[in-house]
């Protein structure tokens, strides 16, 4: 039981590129949800998921795009990278009680 | 609209210190999570509560449903205990997040 697996842990980008940031778990949560963490500003929800197939919008969704074809994968993509979304990215996944948290990754956009 | 106030925004103490991190939250909230995050490190859960009160080793956390309150106590603090703590109240489809509390424990 591996938890919430995200990579990659440490990325550099530039300005315009895109990728995908990968987030798995394996406890067969519904509830899967990708966040930013900036200084200053918390962690603040950018999509999030309650169920295969289904997506919605969080407060900062612009920029990224989610699919959720599987239960147990949530990937997180940024279409065209902006120096704006540099930041600590995190994935979680909650059914009823804890929360889990992928380790992160710090994107910087140059 | 779902909110979550939390209080300090930072702590420092001395170890052995006992500590006390508070969370306030509005209408909609139906549960309490707290979150620990060491420097440049992972979010870990350490407690989810919708009544009463949690303890696990030198960790403590209650809530007051009436109040809309929550607080977070460690006893006998250690070094190791520094971290950002961070509150989160569950709504009915996200959490929303307190902006934690930074807690630097001196030896």
């Known amino acids: 039981n591996a938890g919430v697996t995200q990579t990659p842990k440490f990325q550099v980008l530039k300005t315009g590129q895109s990728m995908t940031l990968q987030c798995a778990q394996d406890m067969n949560h519904e509830y899967m949800s990708w966040y930013r963490q900036d200084p200053g500003m918390g962690l603040r929800l950018i999509h999030y998921?309650?169920?295969?197939?289904?997506?919605d919008q969080g407060e900062v969704p612009n920029g990224y795009n989610v699919s959720r074809s599987t239960t147990e994968d949530f990937p997180l993509r940024l279409l065209s990278a902006a120096p704006s979304q540099t930041s600590v990215y995190f994935c979680?996944?909650?059914?009823?009680?804890?929360?889990?948290f992928g380790q992160g990754t710090r994107l910087t956009v140059v | 609209k779902n909110e979550v106030e939390q209080s300090p925004q930072n702590l420092t103490a001395q170890e052995g210190e006992f500590i006390t991190i508070n969370c306030s939250y509005s209408v909609g909230i139906s549960a309490l999570h707290w979150l620990q995050q060491h420097p440049g490190g992972g979010i870990v859960s350490l407690f989810m509560?919708?009544?009463g009160k949690k303890k696990h080793g030198r960790l403590i956390a209650t809530i007051n449903i009436q109040e809309k309150h929550s607080s977070l106590h460690i006893t006998a603090s250690h070094p190791r205990d520094s971290a950002v703590y961070i509150c989160a109240g569950q709504g009915a489809q996200k959490l929303v997040f307190g902006q934690g509390t930074r807690l630097t424990i001196n030896p």
């Open positions: 998921s309650v169920g295969a197939g289904i997506t």
């Open positions: 979680a996944s909650r059914r009823q009680g804890a929360v889990f």
């Open positions: 509560l919708s009544s």
